[in-house]
T-cell receptor, first 114, second 109 residues
Framework: GAGVSQSPRYKVAKRGQDVALRCDPISGHVSLFWYQQALGQGPEFLTYFQNEAQLDKSGLPSDRFFAERPEGSVSTLKIQRTQQEDSAVYLC????????????FGNGTRLTVT | RKEVEQDPGPFNVPEGATVAFNCTYSNSASQSFFWYRQDCRKEPKLLMSVYSSGNEDGRFTAQLNRASQYISLLIRDSKLSDSATYLCVVLEYGNKLVFGAGTILRVKS
């Protein structure tokens, strides 16, 4: 069956540009997470959705980061006015339940800001 | 202090060796614990959950010590295919998984 799909796979942006990263979770999965993984580090939590509700956005590093999941399925992470420190792999994960369910990660989007 | 701390390694071991990784976590209210595996340039994948009584899955054994806030992973009879980064993961209130920075394992023939 289809797993979590993310696009684009790679994105190069000039500093100051806006980017939008897409996540298609596994069909029917209630929970959706965004993580940011810098080189040599573990994934860092950004935000969490339960269906269309954004229940936790405590990990978003600044107000330049915005995430949405308007219909409780596909999610978009938007980064405005990108900076070099935004360069990282952005991972999306979904899980079927609302608590203590295994996460299924997508392949990630590798963002490079030049 | 980071919420989940791991020795980054790398651990370089020969095939067939036994190797152990440790992890400590700072939040005593953490609810559940996991080990994930991440291959180079790939996404993390769940290796195993960690239960209070300790649990085993083939060559892999996980242990949890809540009093010391300490988690371990033991790999017996290491294979070349075990080479990866092992991520210690803690579930906190609100369904948030917190990852350690990972421990690199390299198994050599």
């Amino acid at each position: 069956g289809a797993g979590v799909s993310q696009s684009p796979r790679y994105k190069v942006a000039k500093r100051g540009q806006d980017v939008a990263l897409r996540c298609d979770p596994i069909s029917g999965h209630v929970s959706l997470f965004w993580y940011q993984q810098a080189l040599g580090q573990g994934p860092e939590f950004l935000t969490y959705f339960q269906n269309e509700a954004q229940l936790d956005k405590s990990g978003l590093p600044s107000d330049r980061f915005f995430a949405e999941r308007p219909e409780g399925s596909v999610s978009t992470l938007k980064i405005q006015r990108t900076q070099q420190e935004d360069s990282a792999v952005y991972l999306c994960a979904s899980s079927p339940g609302v608590t203590n369910s295994p996460l299924h990660f997508g392949n990630g989007t590798r963002l490079t800001v030049t | 202090r980071k919420e989940v701390e791991q020795d980054p390694g790398p651990f370089n071991v020969p095939e067939g060796a036994t190797v152990a990784f440790n992890c400590t976590y700072s939040n005593s209210a953490s609810q559940s614990f996991f080990w994930y595996r991440q291959d180079c340039r790939k996404e993390p994948k769940l290796l195993m959950s960690v239960y209070s009584s300790g649990n085993e899955d083939g060559r892999f054994t996980a242990q949890l010590n809540r009093a010391s806030q300490y988690i371990s992973l033991l790999i017996r009879d290491s294979k070349l295919s075990d080479s990866a980064t092992y991520l210690c993961v803690v579930l906190e209130y609100g369904n948030k998984l917190v990852f350690g920075a990972g421990t690199i394992l390299r198994v050599k023939s």
